[in-house]
């Protein structure tokens, strides 16, 4: 039994991507603070107060302040998904990530999987979103949320009934923001992939890759 487990654990440490560590920064390294251009500055100044308590030099941040025109406008969509819709934590963090589910962004896996346990999802549930398959025992607006998002990516289109599950539990209003979220966090995803930002860690689960 012990050799069959190690064997699993070497072939998922192959299978896995590798990621960056700090040391290895390379695309968007950090910059230093004297390094900032005015218009930088005054950004990452407005993100390190709450409610996002956040550093301009973590990702996705230190690629968002190469661009000081962009970053305050992609801030404040972010700061809207993520504290004011019309959605509780537990679904918003579910859209969140089944969209990194999509891209194997293990950075926004790593990131909102404890945020997705707070918010009350059943670890279970996410299990089985790590591992490309439809969960079984979602909540009923989970199942709702999980079909509108997965139409969308898998299928390109929303069927009627789909649309009507959505609509019923969440109306046009939370439809809309959960559309926003999974389009916001496609970006958040292809940035870090781009940047080549992997879990700084091993505390979460990583996002095994899928066969396609």
Same mark, same amino acid.
């Given at each position: 039994m012990k050799k069959l487990f190690a064997a699993g654990c070497l072939a998922a440490l192959?299978?896995?991507? =590798?990621?960056? @560590?700090?040391?290895?920064?390379? @695309?968007?390294? &950090?910059?230093?603070?004297?390094?900032?251009? &005015?218009? =930088?500055?005054?950004?990452?100044?407005?993100?390190?107060? &709450?409610p996002r308590n956040a550093k301009f030099t973590s990702p996705p941040y230190r690629a968002y302040i190469r661009n000081p025109d962009l970053a305050p406008r992609l801030s404040a969509l972010s700061d809207y998904l993520r504290w004011n819709t019309s959605l509780p934590p537990r679904l918003s963090e579910l859209a969140i990530l089944i969209t990194a589910r999509q891209w194997t962004a293990q950075y926004e896996w790593f990131a909102h999987y404890p945020l997705a346990l707070k918010g009350g999802l059943d670890p279970a549930v996410l299990s089985d979103i790590a591992a490309g398959k439809r969960p079984a025992n979602m909540k009923d607006d989970e199942a709702a949320l999980y079909d509108l998002v997965m139409a969308l990516y898998r299928d390109k289109k929303v069927t009627d009934s789909v649309y009507k599950a959505a609509l019923d539990k969440f109306g046009e209003r939370g439809m809309m923001d959960i559309i926003g979220i999974v389009g916001y966090y496609d970006l958040v995803s292809m940035t870090l992939i781009t940047m080549q930002a992997g879990a700084p860690n091993d505390s979460v689960p990583p996002l095994p890759v899928l066969s396609k």
């Open positions: 192959i299978a896995m991507p =590798q990621v960056s @560590r700090a040391e290895d920064i390379a @695309r968007f390294a &950090p910059l230093k603070a004297e390094e900032l251009n &005015p218009a =930088q500055k005054a950004w990452a100044d407005m993100i390190a107060v &709450p």
